[in-house]
Structure formats: structure tokens, C-alpha cells
């Protein structure tokens, strides 16, 4: 997607080999109006195969999943994390390990906005080594539902997280692609659209 | 907003005396083309005052910020919570004491997000005592920028928020005002807009 490769260029800062900061138009501040493509995108993407809901993370995930729901006329709903639960009645829930800050958190779901006849279609703002996307896939699994696909704002194609989904058959969509990091500048891998 | 109130009146689901539960529509199944009203009300309630940036709280204002930001073209950032902050390099924080779980959060944006010369429209899910809109209030306080006003989707008019805060100045929008719950049911008072 031309327009958010031209915003990473533009707007996202560089850390280290392999950290992207895009603190300036997705993860702290939102640029609607990229979102509102990036929701035309996915849903441009995924038509015809009769998703009837978005499962997304919160808080980064919401403002494409929200734009892409709105496109789709579909619900939304968000996983929320926690350090731990302790009341896990009426929840799916899986943990989720984050290597970049060497944690484990949990995510959850209510069981009220995951039905086994639903065809849900994951979002998410970054892939990086996939733990997040597995962690809702696996919220799905648990409520016995179908899953359309994967569509990912921002991939990071140097770690292990497509071919993991790929893997377990997942169709995956990501807007933006990243190879490499290159001298503090974005070397773009072609995207899926 | 008629067609607000016509899903609380739906979808909602009163726990106690005081508690509108609205995980259906908004606090974690989200309604994309509801919230795309919501966004349209808020940017009628608050054009022509020269808003620049939108300021909400992670997770459940951030789909009724973003819409509100598409449709007056301006971003929204997110104010981010936390037990407890350590590094504070760089950010604007103030503490939230939430009655209800009887917990004190502390609340955080970046300097970058907000500038001194912004003119910031708040937008928040719920006002119930207004400690979260007083904390966003803060932030902006503490960058030396102006507030264009509050726009809050569900009220509760029985808690003091509303009054703490048009004490302070606020212009206020609510689109949807709860006077009190009568056996389960929700009474609304007549609403901003």
C-alpha cells in the first residue's frame, strides 16, 4: 500500500537493527484518514469470503480494525491484555509472549463475541515473530469459529511470524512489508497489495 | 443522539444500581458504523473552533476518536495507562483514580503529541465522577495548549464529572445522558445533541 509505505518513510524512526517506531501515525497517534485506507485495503482484500467479524488487540489494533469493520459492515472486538487474570469465567483466553520486552502477557476474549458459526478476520498492526497473531488465532480456535485470514498493518518480513501463520494455513494480507533496516532507512519488501 | 440511546436501550445491560455494562457496541465489541455517528455528532458539536488534534484514552475512546478525527481531519493521540511509570522522560502524566475498581492509574502522552499552540478536542467513552477527563485535562494543561471542549458518548448525570468539569470552564457534549437506572432500566435525560 503506497500511501502507508510513503507515511513509514516519512513519519517512522528507525531504533537499533530492527525496531520501527511508528509512535506518529499508528501506535500513539492515529492518522484517521491512513487509517480509513488501510480499512478499504483489508477489506478490499478479504471480500467474498463471508467474514462476519473483526478480532483485533488492543490498543494499537483498534483504529484498523474499527476502519475495517466500518468498510465490511462487521463488528469489531478487541482482546484485551493483562498481566495476569484472575477470573477467567465467561473468557477465551491464551498468553502471549513478546521478546522485545521479554514478557508473557495475556489475552483475552469474551465468549459473547466469539460464535462457533463465525468467519472472523484477524487484524493487527505489526508482525514481527507472530505471537500475537497465534495468540488470536488460538482465541478462535477455542470458540470453534472460521477464520478468513490475517491482515497485518505493518510486517516485518526478517522475523519468523508469516511463515509461522503460512504454516497453519492461514491466508495472510500485509499493507506495508519490511526486508530490512539499512542505516537508519526502510528497505521495503514488495507488499500483498 | 437517537441512535445511541436506541442501542443502550438495546444492547446495554444495567448491573446494580449504577453500572451500565456496554461491551456489546463499545467497550469491547465495537459497532464501526455507530461509532462513525458518534464521530459525525462530535465533529458537528465542535466545528468551527479550530481544532487541531484529538485526545482520547486507550482502549475503548480510541474508535470514537478516530471517527471524530476522520471526519475533522485532524489526529487523535492516545493517552496510554498504567499501574505505574517509571521513565517519565519525555511525557506529560497525571494520576486517575477510578471509584469504581478503586484504583489509581496513571496516565501518559508523549511531548510530542500535544504542542503548546494545539487547540485539543477530549473525547472519552464514559463520564461517571471525571477523574479520566481531568486527567486528559491535565496533560493538555501541562503543554500549554487550549482545550476546544469534552465530548463524552455515554453519561451518567447521577456522578459528579459533568459538574467538576463545566466548573472548570469545559464546554461539554454528551451524546447520550443516563439520569438514573429504574429496575434494570435505563432513563435517559435529554441529551447535548
Chains 1, 2 share one sequence.
Do not use: C, W
Amino acid at each position: 500500500m503506497k500511501q502507508l509505505e510513503t507515511k513509514i518513510l516519512e513519519s517512522g524512526k528507525v531504533i537499533g537493527d530492527d525496531i520501527l517506531k511508528v509512535d506518529a501515525f499508528l501506535n500513539h497517534q492515529i492518522d484517521p484518514v491512513l487509517m480509513a485506507g488501510v480499512g478499504k485495503a483489508f477489506a478490499a482484500a478479504f471480500k467474498d469470503m463471508g467474514v462476519t467479524r473483526i478480532l483485533t488487540l488492543e490498543s494499537s489494533g483498534i483504529a484498523p480494525a474499527v476502519m475495517t469493520g466500518l468498510e465490511m459492515g462487521v463488528p469489531v472486538v478487541f482482546g484485551r491484555k493483562s498481566k495476569s487474570l484472575t477470573l477467567t469465567d465467561g473468557l477465551y483466553t491464551a498468553e502471549v509472549r513478546s521478546y522485545t520486552k521479554q514478557t508473557v502477557n495475556e489475552i483475552a476474549v469474551s465468549k459473547n463475541f466469539i460464535e462457533k458459526d463465525d468467519v472472523i478476520l484477524i487484524i493487527d498492526d505489526f508482525l514481527a515473530n507472530g505471537q500475537a497473531a497465534l495468540g488470536l488465532k488460538s482465541l478462535v480456535d477455542q470458540a470453534g469459529a472460521q477464520i478468513a485470514g490475517i491482515g497485518i498493518v505493518i510486517e516485518k518480513t526478517f522475523q519468523p511470524g508469516r511463515a509461522l501463520l503460512v504454516e497453519q494455513g492461514m491466508k495472510m494480507v500485509s499493507l506495508a512489508r519490511i526486508e530490512k533496516f539499512e542505516e537508519g532507512r526502510v528497505i521495503f519488501a514488495p507488499a500483498d497489495i
